[in-house]
């Protein structure tokens, strides 16, 4: 099975800030990777997949990249919608992990 | 639009059996792979079960391989999930999640609203 480690566990930043979420894969994945925010009490949102394509209708404050097995997600300035847990999700092989979690708090 | 609507969970013995359903509608739902994602109380994401567009293809979790099965009917735009021998530690939210495939295979692109299994006597 593929691990995905993400880190930190949360993040509390100002509106306005830069937030960058980190998730590392085990082994290679390529670009099989996509993120998902989950509000609470909600279904989880796919933001992006192929590690740096934004998903239709996303906002463009929100981006991914990747370098070998590590992939990033920032938010580049956060807004009070954006208090969410974060999710990253390797695709490359069955079964399908998720990293841990990142929760977004608004300081 | 999309629409994917869980139903079948609820409260049930452990060693018992459950089925919960998920009705797919506003797209081809026979062209589309489908999965079972979980979610334990206050815990993170879990993939669960996939099956391909036509039901041919099936992989599953080893936390639960023999003990859930996945089943598609195209015809009823259904998805289902077979849980046996539930154990406490099954209780969660299942989400009905479609694949973005042909897009791109194992990308959960529409989740539905989630339906509580709740494994306790």
């Known amino acids: 099975d593929i691990q995905m480690t993400q880190s930190p566990s949360s993040v509390s930043a100002s509106v306005g800030d830069r937030v960058t979420i980190t998730c590392r894969a085990r082994q290679g994945i390529s670009s099989w990777l996509a993120w998902y925010q989950q509000k609470p009490g909600r279904a989880p949102k796919l933001l992006i997949y192929?590690?740096?394509t934004l998903q239709s209708g996303v906002p463009s404050r929100f981006s991914g990249s990747r370098s070998g097995t590590d992939f990033t997600l920032t938010i580049t300035s956060l807004q009070p919608e954006d208090v969410a847990t974060y999710y990253c999700?390797?695709?490359?092989?069955?079964?399908?992990?998720f990293g841990g979690g990142t929760k977004v708090e608004i300081k | 639009q999309v629409q994917l609507v869980e139903s079948g969970g609820g409260v049930v013995q452990p060693g018992r059996s459950l089925r919960v359903s998920c009705a797919a509608s506003?797209?081809?739902?026979?062209?589309?792979?489908m999965h079972w994602v979980r979610q334990a109380p206050g815990k993170g994401l879990e993939w669960v079960a996939f099956?391909?567009?036509?039901?041919?293809?099936?992989y599953y979790a080893d936390s639960v391989q023999g003990q859930f099965t996945i089943s598609r009917d195209n015809s009823k735009n259904t998805l289902y999930l077979q849980m046996n021998s539930l154990r406490p530690d099954d209780t969660a939210v299942y989400y009905c999640?479609?694949?973005?495939?042909?897009?791109?295979?194992?990308?959960?692109?529409?989740w539905g609203q989630g339906i509580l299994v709740t494994v306790s006597t």
């Open positions: 999700q390797q695709a490359n092989s069955f079964p399908l992990t």
């Open positions: 999640v479609r694949d973005s495939d042909p897009a791109q295979l194992g990308i959960f692109d529409y």
């Open positions: 192929g590690a740096s």
């Open positions: 099956i391909s567009y036509d039901g041919n293809n099936e």
């Open positions: 506003g797209f081809s739902f026979s062209r589309h792979s």
